[in-house]
C-alpha cells in the first residue's frame, strides 16, 4: 500500500461514512494548537518542542491555503504523529 492508500485509509471511519481531508486536517490542527499550548506551558524546556510544532502548523495552514492535496496528506500526517 503506497503513502496515499494509506492516508485515505486512516480517514475511513469504522463507525461510520470516510471522514474527508478537508473536515480532518482542520480538526487535527485545532487539536495540535492545543498540544502546543501544553508546550509552551512548559517553559523554556518545552520551547524547542513547541518550536517544531509551530513549523507543522505553518506548514499546515501553507498546504491548506494553496489547495495542495498532498501537501495537507503529508500535514495531516505529521500532525497526527504529534503528542503531548
Known sequence: M???QEMQASL???DGPAETL???LPREMARVRE???HYKEIG???MF???MIEQDLRAADRAVMSGDVVAMLRSLKT???ITG
Open 2 to 4: 503506497d503513502e496515499y
Open 35 to 37: 498540544v502546543l499550548g
Open 79 to 81: 500532525l497526527q504523529g
Open 22 to 24: 478537508a473536515d480532518a
Open 12 to 14: 475511513a471511519g469504522t
Open 44 to 46: 523554556p524546556a518545552g
Open 49 to 51: 518542542g513547541a518550536a
